[in-house]
């Protein structure tokens, strides 16, 4: 028997995971570097700390509380410790094993702090001059459990 809120937060994992993809693909070569202005963080400041979300929110899963603020590593090495850190908590969601903190909690807590994350990823294509094409994501092929980078193809995309 599947737990209803578990089912809806592997649902949530495999949409960030579908936006995340999008925002990623074809980014230009500098964009982890990119600055919006001073003081505000370069889109790899901000994907090695939703790389640090997502190994949180695993340990609070296991019942610890245990979370260590990353240097970013470079760009496609960031892409691989992201997709392999949602994997490893949608795995754990995924299992029988009961969670060590309630679902309403890892998702106020790291799961919404990343979709702003992505959120801001995206914007960040559009201000270094490429952007992501907007998309009616309610008609998007997201699926749970499909959290890596082999994402659909298919989308309904607008300008």
Request: proline letters at 8%.
């Amino acid at each position: 028997m599947t737990d209803p809120k578990r089912d809806l937060i592997r649902h949530t994992l495999a949409t960030l995971a579908y936006r995340a993809e999008k925002t990623l693909r074809s980014a230009p070569p500098d964009f982890s570097t990119y600055s919006a202005g001073p003081g505000t963080r370069t889109p790899g400041d901000i994907f090695a700390h939703v790389g640090d979300l997502f190994d949180w929110a695993f340990w609070l899963c296991q019942g610890e509380h245990r979370w260590a603020a990353s240097a970013p590593l470079p760009w496609d090495a960031e892409v691989d410790r992201f997709f392999a850190a949602i994997r490893r908590l949608d795995d754990r969601l995924a299992s029988d094993t009961p969670l060590g903190c309630p679902v309403e909690n890892l998702f106020q807590g790291p799961i919404a702090d990343s979709l702003t994350h992505i959120g801001q990823l995206a914007m960040l294509r559009r201000m270094a001059g490429t952007p992501v094409r907007g998309e009616n994501y309610f008609r998007a092929d997201i699926v749970a459990g499909r959290v890596g980078p082999e994402q659909s193809s298919a989308r309904v995309e607008f300008d």
